[in-house]
């Protein structure tokens, strides 16, 4: 069982940044970022397939956030600039077993899960 700690969430006002962290105690396949509001379903936010060092974002993200590895197989980040209200969540990182392959933008292609970790964007 893959363990997943993510760290980095927090309070920002509008427009400004912050980094979320998220370590695997074991390789995985691939590895995202989720998020959710109360009351609603997770959205996908980014993934990196790390055999094609293939990345991907949510539509909405538009050039505002970059998902990096920090170990690889093991390790990620998620830098969130100009952040707006609309992106407070809580985000959770996932990870895909070795071997499991799908779309990174489905929630099917991930068999692990963190904890989440709460953003918040105020003024």
């Known amino acids: 069982q893959v363990q997943l700690v993510e760290s980095g969430g927090g309070f920002v006002q509008p427009g400004g940044s912050l980094r979320l962290s998220c370590a695997a105690s074991e390789r995985t396949e691939a590895m995202g970022w989720w998020r959710q509001v109360p009351g609603g379903g997770r959205e996908f936010v980014a993934g990196v397939r790390w055999s094609v060092l293939y990345s991907t974002y949510g539509d909405f993200v538009k050039d505002r956030f970059v998902i990096s590895r920090t170990n690889f197989e093991t390790a990620v980040e998620l830098q969130m600039n100009n952040l707006k209200p609309e992106d407070a969540a809580v985000y959770y990182c996932?990870?895909?077993?070795?071997?499991?392959?799908?779309?990174?933008?489905?929630?099917?292609?991930?068999?692990?899960w963190g904890q989440g970790t709460p953003v918040t964007v105020s003024s």
């Open positions: 996932a990870a895909s077993k070795i071997g499991q392959i799908g779309p990174l933008n489905q929630l099917s292609s991930y068999s692990y």
